[in-house]
């Protein structure tokens, strides 16, 4: 229990890692997202798709991790934005380290 008197324990989706305030709800979802997982069905050509899914996860999480501010967070939204919707172009795929927000 934290002070404001509410518990900070969350409880992961152990498929799809989402996070719940109870058990009761992770065993609720459990079901569904299997079912939504299975109906995916990964194909041999999709472990590639996976495995860069599962690189993403690690950096968000590292990223996360440090506990960056507010407008270091809007710098990277907005440039997953822009790769979001013009993934060819190259002039999002560089960070700029220089940049005082990151």
């Known amino acids: 229990m934290n002070p404001n008197g ?6 992961e989706c152990p498929v799809c890692g989402k996070g719940y305030c109870s058990e009761e709800e992770v065993s609720s979802h459990v079901e569904t997202c299997l079912n939504i997982f299975e109906s995916c069905n990964l194909r041999d050509g999709d472990t590639e798709i996976e495995s860069g899914k599962n690189e993403v996860e690690a950096c968000v999480c590292s990223y996360m991790s440090g506990n960056p501010s507010e407008g270091s967070l809007e710098v990277v939204l907005r440039l997953l934005r822009n790769i979001m919707k013009e993934p060819e172009n190259t002039k999002f795929r560089r960070i700029q380290m220089g940049n005082p927000k990151i």
Do not use: A
């Open 6 to 11: 509410y518990s900070l324990k969350v409880f």
